[in-house]
């Protein structure tokens, strides 16, 4: 396998991720709510990115301490009155032992040393703690349109993903590691303009990927999504695409 290299670190490729990166957060952590047990003082999220996350667990919880690898995503955190950002990689965060409550990984899992991040996530949860591993994702499906699927296909073919740690993680695996493991996923709807889809695009690996390794420019990739999506919208109209969420929940042993 090719080395897995995070492609968010650039500041052109946070830019996009700020500007086109839709809020599902708070609707995947609302199912978060009834594992917390009340424990709500101090909590961190990691890859954070430009903050929608950390902004998202700042509802849930008193404090956020909130850490990215990447310095030019942090320089498009939004600011929130009870979240702290810091530069700092998931595997070696700049906490004490056993001082949180709640720590939340949206959407970075496949880019972190798994093993070392479990055992960080170990080292600084209090007992009783609980990690949650999230991710939302585009299932390539729009309601009433099933042409839309030769349009993903193709997208997926001309650009392809960049290669990234597994995604499958599982209850043998997470006990291995020393936690217990609740995992929930479902689908939902989520209403994007044909600017929005473009925009929202342009922020996954492998149209950042493509970008970075001077295969097109933002422009190009820009352009070429616009003219394949225009037959499925009508003007600045929204419609609707299908989405799927996965929380796992994790609580040391």
Same mark, same amino acid.
């Given at each position: 396998?090719?080395?897995?290299?995070?492609?968010?670190?650039?500041?052109?490729?946070?830019?996009?991720?700020?500007?086109?990166?839709?809020?599902?957060?708070? @609707?995947?952590? &609302? +199912?978060?709510?009834?594992?917390?047990? =009340?424990?709500? *003082? !101090?909590?961190? /999220?990691?890859?954070? $990115?430009?903050?929608?996350?950390?902004?998202?667990?700042?509802?849930?919880?008193?404090?956020?301490?909130?850490?990215?690898?990447?310095?030019?995503?942090?320089?498009?955190?939004?600011?929130?009155?009870?979240?702290?950002?810091?530069?700092?990689?998931?595997?070696?965060?700049?906490?004490?032992?056993?001082?949180?409550?709640?720590?939340?990984?949206?959407?970075?899992?496949?880019?972190?040393?798994?093993?070392?991040? @479990?055992?960080? &996530? +170990?080292?600084?949860?209090?007992?009783? =703690?609980?990690? *949650? !591993?999230?991710? /939302?994702?585009?299932? $390539?499906?729009?309601?009433?349109?099933?042409?839309?699927?030769?349009?993903?296909?193709?997208?997926?073919?001309?650009?392809?993903?960049?290669?990234?740690?597994?995604?499958?993680?599982?209850?043998?695996?997470?006990?291995?590691?020393?936690?217990?493991?609740?995992?929930?996923?479902?689908?939902?709807?989520?209403?994007?303009?044909?600017?929005?889809?473009?925009?929202?695009?342009?922020?996954?690996?492998?149209?950042?990927?493509?970008?970075? +390794?001077?295969?097109?420019?933002?422009?190009?990739?820009? *352009?070429?999504?616009?003219?394949?999506?225009?037959?499925?919208?009508?003007?600045?109209?929204?419609?609707?695409?299908?989405?799927?969420?996965?929380?796992?929940?994790?609580?040391?042993?």
């Amino acid at each position: 396998m090719s080395r897995v290299v995070n492609p968010f670190g650039t500041p052109q490729g946070a830019a996009r991720y700020a500007a086109g990166r839709p809020a599902f957060h708070p @609707l995947v952590l &609302a +199912r978060l709510v009834p594992h917390l047990a =009340g424990r709500r *003082a !101090l909590g961190a /999220d990691v890859a954070c $990115g430009t903050g929608l996350s950390s902004v998202a667990l700042a509802e849930l919880v008193d404090r956020v301490l909130a850490f990215d690898v990447s310095g030019a995503m942090l320089a498009q955190a939004r600011p929130h009155p009870r979240v702290t950002y810091a530069q700092a990689p998931a595997e070696a965060l700049p906490l004490e032992g056993g001082v949180l409550d709640v720590l939340t990984v949206a959407q970075g899992f496949h880019w972190f040393d798994r093993n070392a991040f @479990l055992t960080e &996530a +170990r080292r600084t949860l209090q007992p009783g =703690g609980v990690l *949650a !591993l999230y991710d /939302d994702f585009f299932l $390539g499906e729009m309601p009433g349109r099933e042409d839309f699927r030769e349009f993903v296909t193709t997208y997926w073919e001309r650009y392809p993903a960049p290669p990234r740690h597994r995604y499958d993680f599982g209850e043998a695996e997470a006990r291995a590691a020393g936690f217990c493991w609740h995992e929930e996923r479902f689908r939902h709807g989520l209403a994007l303009s044909r600017r929005e889809l473009v925009a929202y695009l342009m922020t996954h690996s492998n149209t950042i990927a493509a970008t970075e +390794r001077g295969d097109e420019t933002a422009e190009e990739v820009g *352009a070429w999504l616009e003219e394949q999506l225009r037959p499925f919208y009508d003007g600045d109209e929204a419609r609707e695409l299908t989405f799927g969420a996965v929380l796992t929940v994790l609580k040391p042993q």
